[in-house]
């Protein structure tokens, strides 16, 4: 095969796999941005603003996002996660024990069953029974809106980072287009630079010998 073939050859399919790779660079860079901006948008909808540094309890002031991000607005996947984790996560612990909204149910339902116990019988410490069953109640409703928000931050982090992975492909696949495309031009210069009868890895003739 001559030369110029094999290097024309070789250069143009390296220029359609530099095209293709950049179409993917696109088609990932367009998805970083929607995941990005869909972040942004919806943790800027729900209007947080992080508690600020001189209004931070000891506890809070340990975590070191919640003193980075203090006094500022939620708008991005690590503010979600740190707000989820180290704010929300620290006031559930507190006001539970580390108790989830489905640790408190049976409580709840054992409370619930000695106050009609009570009720029938006109025990005492009805009133005592039905204080303990209205604070667990309001305790187990305050964790299930903590966990349901923490939930939803959380998702949006991880949406988030769904977007900073593309973000990383995109750049990946970029810098390979424009490797491939070096190539090819290289590739195409030494095509028109080799002669046309010049031929690639030609059997040497054999010496005639007398």
């Known amino acids: 095969m001559k030369r110029r073939t094999l290097d024309l050859l ?5 220029l359609g796999l530099a095209v293709l790779l950049l179409v993917v660079g696109v088609v990932l860079t367009t998805n970083a941005n929607f995941a990005n901006d869909y972040v942004r948008s919806q943790l800027g909808e ?8 001189d209004k931070l309890s000891d506890e809070e002031k340990k975590s070191d996002c919640l ?6 607005k939620m708008t991005t996947g690590k503010q979600a996660e740190c707000y989820a984790n180290e704010y929300i996560g620290l006031h559930l612990k507190n006001m539970a024990g ?10 709840q339902s054992a409370l ?28 187990r409703e305050t964790v299930f ?3 349901t928000l ?19 492909g995109a750049l ?26 010049a031929t690639f890895a030609a059997p040497e003739k054999e010496k005639v010998t007398n």
Request: net charge neutral.
């Open 10 to 14: 070789f250069s143009i399919g390296g």
């Open 46 to 53: 729900q209007n947080i603003t992080f508690t600020p540094a």
């Open 67 to 72: 003193r980075e991000y203090a006094g500022q």
């Open 98 to 107: 580390g108790k989830t909204y489905a640790d408190l149910g049976e409580p």
């Open 112 to 139: 619930r069953e000695q106050v009609a116990q009570a009720e029938q019988s006109n025990a005492a410490n009805l009133a005592d029974l039905q204080k303990q069953l209205a604070e667990v109640t309001a305790q």
């Open 145 to 147: 809106k903590g966990e």
């Open 150 to 168: 923490r939930g939803l931050l959380l998702t949006s982090y991880g949406f988030s980072e769904f977007g900073r992975k593309a973000e990383q």
């Open 172 to 197: 990946a696949v970029y810098l390979g287009a424009g490797l491939l495309l070096l190539l090819s031009a290289a590739g195409l210069v030494h095509a028109f630079r080799t002669p046309p009868t």
